[in-house]
């Protein structure tokens, strides 16, 4: 993993987000992925569970609800790659309505691991909210 591939992988996470297509999403992430909305939370096991869990179809409390288009954009970019880890940082913004005023702004930290296919097979987000 390099920084230019590890930008290549945001970028299309970013996407995959954008487009909630259930194959984007699960072409970033290994087969037994362990996916975790907060440092806290017991792991998302698995591709099939982190892709329904995107798409708000998973019964998980740490289900992630579908944010509806255009009410929200991010930007991330790694500040540190070491082998197959990839530290990333970046912004998120939410609007109530599609392409209203921004009403709310995450500053946000991934660490990541990835495997020799470069699907992230262990992803921790930590993220604050702006004042």
């Known amino acids: ?14 996407e995959a987000w954008t487009s909630y297509d259930p194959s984007d ?11 975790r909305y907060h440092p806290y939370d017991e792991a998302i096991a698995g591709r099939d569970a982190v892709v329904a869990s995107w798409l708000g179809q998973s019964a998980s409390n740490d289900a992630s609800t579908r944010d509806a288009p255009g009410t929200y954009e991010a930007e991330y970019s790694p500040v540190a790659v070491d082998g197959d880890t990839v530290v990333a940082t970046g ?6 309505v599609p392409d209203g005023p921004i009403v709310r702004t995450y500053a946000n930290c991934f660490i990541m691991q990835f495997d ?7 992803f921790t987000e930590y993220y604050l909210r702006h004042p």
């Open 91 to 96: 912004t998120s913004r939410y609007r109530e």
């Open 25 to 35: 999403i699960a072409d970033l992430f290994s087969e037994n992925i362990a996916y």
């Open 116 to 122: 020799d296919e470069g699907r992230c097979r262990e």
């Open 1 to 14: 993993m390099d920084h230019k591939t590890a930008q290549d992988w945001l970028d299309r996470y970013v």
